[in-house]
């Protein structure tokens, strides 16, 4: 689970901990560094990583042991797996029409009022896709103000220290043309309200900051508590905002809104959708030349373009960083090292408020709590059909374990690619050390891709899950609970598991499901943003 906070009173500190077999006073300096000299814990360059960075490369290798693979015999069965030519070409079949599709705005004039209310600022933390969905938010929640937005200010994320900007991830100008006939946006504040700062906001309590917007809040909350603030000041600044509009009792208009801002304004900055169709087109040609045509990227060529046709490719979103093993309090197969280095680990950043560590392994599987491990992905696919031709794009930021960790999911499928394997140093450095911009390029091709699957609810899994089904896009989702209860059971064989697997994920594949109560309209995006066909 990726731990994000706004932090207004603490600006770019991030913690640190103490691991491995260190003496008592060294495992002390390591946790008080932060505290007492948090410049040298600042953001810094891929580069030129800080001291808790460096610390923590060199005590990972202690904290865990190889893992062996925990399901011998269903992998045995999965190596020697056949597909038929029909099970191949239904796999691989797009989705056909379920009745729905995008609704059509373009009848609908907007009328712009002429006078607005003020100004209103939100600052946002969490990864991509959690500020994505608050710039969404950000645009409904002016649009009911009657204010002028200021471009969204995204928070230096914790975890993966990255300062990138709105203007860094985000096409500004696509922005703010879509949704001219909607609201009023500006890229910063006029010299009046240049005061209006974040690091205003973090010395003192201020009259023009709302801190106490309530998760899902509606509509009527913000006319009630943040229009008199902007009419009393001409500004009025969000902080925290993530999550602060609630998803039912809005207006249709403003539902309409925000998944206009987030299938159609929300467009990547140009190098990385340059980059990403790169990426994609190497996917689907994987035999072509590459010839170099500027200094930042490759062109594709290739006689046999006509000939050999367009290929396929699947996209797996694989988060299983330290962060999210620590927060599952599952048991990957690390050994007892393991198990006490995420313990630690859950202590530190959480003092041990973890809710999973209060239940067993068995019980979490049993739940569908725990994410699958590479090797669990891997027999997934592997039972639903995809053979070891599959090209798969492996779209991650950190794997806990690394290769030792995905030997086996490489093993089932030894075409599987990354950004690393398919693009060059050069035509990475614009997005090099940047989890925004490496996530950015992730969702750029798998929203590209003929089929996503997710090994573990989350974000992303739900940006791209809402994204794909407002395109109508095939779409794996794992079923979590009967993969936890197949994985335990130790005497299944393959052909059982299989055959489990494959009628356990029959409605699983893309089709339709209509938002309910309190779900997020960016996840199910029916039938507020789409309208029967």
Known sequence: MQSSSSSFSS?????????????????????????????????????????????????????????KSRHLPLL??????????????????????????????????????????????????GGLNQQRMGICDAVAVAKILNATLVIPYLEVNPVWQDSSSFTDIFDVDHFIDVLKDEISIVKQLPKA?????????????????????????????????????????????IAPFSHRLAFDNMPMDIQRLRCKVNFQALAFVPHVKTL???????????????????????????????????????????????????????????????????????????????????????????????????????????ALGFDNSTRLYLASHKVYGGEARISTLRNLFPLMEDKKSLASTEERAKIKGKASLLAAVDYYVSMHSDIF??????????????????????????????????????SMGWSEFQQAVRDGHRTRQGQIRIKKEKQSIYTYPAPDCMCRA
Request: aromatic fraction near 10%; charge should be positive; glycine fraction near 8%.
């Open 11 to 67: 600006l770019n500190k991030s913690g640190g901990i103490g691991v491995g077999r260190r003496s008592v006073y060294v495992g002390l300096l390591v946790i008080l560094l932060p505290v007492f000299f948090p410049n040298l814990f600042s953001p810094l360059s891929h580069a030129s990583p800080s001291i808790f960075s460096l610390y923590k490369k060199t005590s990972i290798s202690q904290e865990w042991n190889a893992p």
């Open 76 to 125: 045995e069965g999965a190596l020697q797996r056949q597909t038929s030519y029909e099970e191949q070409s239904d796999l691989w079949t797009p989705l056909a029409n379920q009745g729905w599709k995008p609704c059509d705005v373009s009848s609908h004039v907007a009328v712009l009022p002429k006078k607005r209310q003020g100004y209103v600022q939100v600052f946002l933390d």
């Open 193 to 237: 309200y240049s005061w209006s700062t974040r690091e205003y906001y973090a010395t003192a309590i201020r009259a023009t900051r709302i801190k106490t917007a309530p998760v899902h809040a509606s509509a009527n909350w913000y006319l009630e508590n943040v229009l008199p603030v902007m009419q009393s000041y001409g500004i009025a600044a």
């Open 276 to 382: 990403g169709d790169a990426l994609v087109n190497r996917l689907r040609y994987p035999s072509r030349k590459s010839s170099v045509v500027s200094t930042e990227y490759l062109e594709e060529t290739s006689d046999e373009r006509h000939k050999q046709g367009s290929g396929k490719f699947v996209v797996l979103h694989l988060r299983f960083d330290k962060d999210m093993a620590a927060h599952s309090a599952c048991d990957f197969g690390g050994g007892k090292a393991e198990k006490l280095a995420l313990a630690k680990y859950r202590q530190v950043i959480w003092q041990g408020r973890v809710l999973n560590s209060q239940f067993t392994d068995e019980e979490l599987r049993n739940q569908g709590r725990c994410p699958l491990t590479p090797e669990e992905i891997g027999l997934l696919l592997a």
């Open 453 to 490: 699957i997710s090994a573990s609810p989350g974000n992303m899994h739900n940006a791209l899950v809402g994204h794909r089904t407002y395109e109508n896009l095939k779409t794996i989702r794992p079923n979590m609970a009967l993969l936890g209860q197949l994985f335990l059971n130790k």
